[in-house]
């Protein structure tokens, strides 16, 4: 099947303190975006390995997961090219840890912002994804399933050659 369709894999991390959840504000083609922590699953890690790298990448905080709230499916055309994409989304809930205030934040992150709920809600055209909030109404609906529901296999962390 040389034409075989294959999504993209992102991981999103929904961090609650004190009412305010973490979002980011990143520069895309459609313009400043809001969306939750979030980024693609590379080679050689596990999808909990991969939100605490985009975490920090894009929050300069350290972060532990600590449940699944939800695995997504949503399609995306971008506007500018109409290049159609899939993505399974993996959302995990967890705790913010360490600012590291010295590290620079990924290319296309403006800033991080601690919104309310409410805030949140008010800003729906500024989303990057419908599933930003839809992932925080399952998280506030106290969704979660534990971590050991995910399995990676060891041949994941073996080096491209081991594992062909």
Do not use: K
Not at 72 to 90: A, C, L, S
Not at 102 to 109: S, T
Not at 114 to 136: C, F, Q, T
């Amino acid at each position: 099947m040389p034409n075989r369709w294959q999504p993209n894999v992102t991981v999103v991390a929904i961090i609650e303190r004190d009412g305010r959840f973490l979002l980011v504000e990143e520069a895309t083609s459609d313009g400043l975006r809001l969306n939750n922590p979030a980024g693609h699953l590379d080679p050689g890690e596990s999808l909990e390995q991969a939100c605490v790298r985009e975490v920090l990448e894009e929050t300069a905080h350290d972060f532990a997961p600590q449940s699944l709230v939800g695995v997504y499916m949503t399609r995306f055309t971008q506007t500018r090219t109409g290049h159609d994409t899939t993505y399974v989304r993996f959302s995990f809930a967890g705790s913010v840890g360490r600012f590291h205030g010295a590290r620079v934040l990924d290319e296309g992150i403006v800033r991080t912002l601690w919104m309310s709920y409410d805030e949140i809600r008010a800003s729906v055209e500024r989303h990057r994804s419908p599933l930003l909030l839809r992932g925080i109404d399952d998280y506030r609906a106290d969704r979660r399933f534990p971590l050991d529901l995910l399995r990676t296999d060891d041949s994941v962390f073996a080096p491209a050659a081991l594992a062909a």
